[in-house]
C-alpha cells in the first residue's frame, strides 16, 4: 500500500498541492524520526523552542513546562496528557513537523 503526503510550496496557491508517494514502511520511518526530534523539545525545550513546534504557542508551551514538572514527557502520546491538547493536535504537530522538516 501506498500513503501520499501533501506538501505545498511557498509559491503553491493553497488548492494547488504537491502530492509525494511513499510506502507505508517509509512513512512509518518518517514519523518516527520525527517523533525522535520532537520529544527532546518537549522534554527539555525552552519556552522558545516549543514555540517553534507547529500548533504550539505561548499558552500551550506553558502547559508543557508546568506537565514536565509534575511528569516527565516519554512520548507524543504524553501530549494527550496535558491540558489542550488532544489526539488530533498531536497527530497534527508531528504530521505538519514532518511537512516543514522530511518533505
Known sequence: PVQAIEKMDENDSPKKKKCCCLMDRDVQDIREKAESAIVPILQNGSMSD???????GVKRAKHIIASRCQRPIESIADLEKIYGFSHKLTKRIVKEYIMTHFV
Request: charged fraction near 15%; charge should be positive; hydrophobic fraction near 45%.
Open 50 to 56: 516549543l514555540r517553534s513546534l507547529p500548533g504550539i
